[in-house]
């Protein structure tokens, strides 16, 4: 994994073959984070290919891919690790028909094998093995108290369980941060990683990307649907439509047969791109507005 990227353009080129399109500062930025070993922080609108960045570097390394999805609420029990308690009580009472003491049965039900791992957890100890990718998907949607805690984990990539002792990484996972930027992440987290903001893509790249993705749309159809999504985006809607709806939309219209755009094929698969009733409306008063 150590000598995957030899070159930017190396990136671009792989990055390509797995059918993820990336500009020279996208592909800089992983280049750097591979070289360095340094948390990459991704911020963007949602649907602008974040999450499929982790997923992209998993498949490309061949390494496991371990998925931290943030939620309000989160804790660092839920992120790192948790006893099995119904396995510890019933291993208790099996137990204490023997005869040992109660010292020596909370040694044993205090095991690694009484431990449930979750993702932070999983990540420092499948580094032993075969280091994986880490991603911590949608940051801003967690608490700022469990943002701290994940700042102490990033810096160190050790934890300390005290019935078992300290856990440290034999080599850093390569971790993906996300951020739809539904509020600030503090700085002290940004300052550990490297960062990349991801645009919305220009016509000729996700272009490329439908082309990529759906190798039998037709060109003339995938011009106009990105043409048309490009449009949308000038809009002021409640959600402006990412690249997952044009695929989706895309895809759609294949599946109908259709060749091209024309208004009952919008009309008909509106759905497929706007997500909120109120853009929906909008969208159709414009349309009705402008007509002849």
Not at 15 to 43: M, N, Q, S, W
Request: aromatic share 8%; with cysteine.
């Amino acid at each position: 994994m150590s000598s995957y990227f030899e070159s930017i353009e190396d990136v671009i080129r792989k990055l390509a073959r797995a059918d993820y399109i990336a500009d020279r500062a996208l592909a800089t930025v992983l280049f750097l984070a591979h070289r360095l070993e340094k948390p990459i922080f991704l911020e963007g609108e949602p649907g602008v290919g974040k999450t499929e960045v982790g997923i992209v570097l998993a498949r490309l390394f061949d390494v496991p891919l371990i998925r931290l999805q943030c939620y309000e609420g989160l804790d660092a029990a839920t992120a790192l690790y948790e006893w099995n308690y119904p396995k510890q009580l019933l291993h208790i009472k099996l137990e204490e028909q023997g005869n040992r003491d109660q010292e020596e049965i909370e040694k044993i039900i205090y095991g690694p094998e009484f431990l449930i791992r979750r993702p932070l957890l999983e990540a420092i100890l499948k580094s032993q093995e075969n280091t994986p990718v880490l991603l911590i998907d949608e940051i801003d949607r967690s608490d700022e108290e469990f943002e701290a805690f994940l700042l102490e984990v990033l810096s160190d990539f050790q934890i300390t369980i005290p019935e078992i002792g300290t856990m440290t990484a034999r080599k850093r996972p390569m971790v993906v941060v996300t951020s739809n930027r539904t509020r600030d992440v503090h700085d002290a987290l940004k300052r550990r990683c490297l960062y990349h903001w991801i645009e919305y893509p220009s016509f000729d790249k996700e272009y490329q990307i439908v082309m990529a993705k759906l190798p039998g749309v037709e060109e003339r159809l995938a011009r106009q649907i990105v043409a048309f999504i490009q449009d949308l985006r000038e809009r002021d809607f409640l959600k402006r439509p990412g690249i997952s709806e044009t695929l989706d939309w895309a895809g759609a219209l294949m599946a109908l047969h259709k060749e091209y755009l024309d208004e009952a094929a919008i009309s008909d698969t509106l759905g497929c791109i706007l997500k909120y009733q109120e853009d929906i409306k909008r969208f159709q008063e414009e349309v009705e507005s402008s007509a002849p």
